[in-house]
């Protein structure tokens, strides 16, 4: 909980408070109203008295409108988390991150030079968009020219998707794929391969072995 509901939620409590008590006090006559009303005149009569009233009011009503107003912004800045929420007089429209995720992960894993894609999605306030991509690319890549065709191509496929603005495309190059590292390492997964397939084979010579023994004796 934030200061300021903190602050809202004392503040009315005390006034409750006071009013409860006092209501009761004049209900079982354990108080006359007619003093109630000379001691409320009494501190309106004094300059700082009425001062302090007036100052306590004006935050009381400040702190109520905060309060008020405070769960509906709280549920529109979940939406805004969780995506981007478009509204006009038909109704609403809520794209979530996930869908504009998908449509760059679509878009980076269409060139073929772009390898192991991550992807993340900040939005703002405003709608804006903020994509941060992550990845490999091949060893005969022109790294400039990709990130310049991958920047493009997304800002281009989510605005005629979605009508949405993408303010920055942040492009993190994690490493290039080496080809023969991975050839040695299809060449490794082969040689794994034919020797599991040697013992399979050996196995089966074996068996066949010995029902040919077994044959034999009988």
Do not use: H, W
């Amino acid at each position: 909980m934030k200061i300021l509901e903190r602050i809202a939620l004392i503040l009315f409590s005390i006034i409750m408070i006071v009013f409860a008590v006092t209501s009761c006090l004049v209900l079982f006559n354990v108080v006359d109203l007619k003093t109630i009303y000379k001691l409320i005149e009494e501190l309106l009569k004094d300059d700082v008295a009425r001062k302090v009233i007036f100052g306590a009011s004006i935050v009381a009503i400040l702190l109520a409108i905060k309060s008020l107003f405070f769960p509906a912004r709280m549920k529109k800045k979940q939406e805004i988390k969780s995506g981007v929420l478009l509204e006009n007089k038909d109704g609403r429209l809520l794209i979530s991150k996930d869908t504009i995720e998908n449509l760059v992960n679509s878009v980076v894993k269409s060139f073929d030079d772009a390898v192991d894609v991550q992807t993340k999605i900040n939005l703002d306030v405003n709608n804006k968009i903020t994509v941060f991509i992550s990845l490999l690319v091949k060893e005969e890549s022109i790294i400039k020219e990709l990130s310049s065709s991958i920047q493009n191509k997304i800002k281009d496929t989510i605005k005629r998707s979605t009508d949405l603005d993408v303010d920055q495309v942040n492009i993190n190059i994690k490493d290039i794929e080496n080809n023969k590292n991975s050839a040695k390492n299809n060449q490794t997964k082969i040689k794994v391969n034919n020797v599991q397939v040697n013992k399979d084979q050996t196995k089966e010579d074996k068996t066949e072995e010995n029902k040919t023994e077994e044959n034999s004796v009988k």
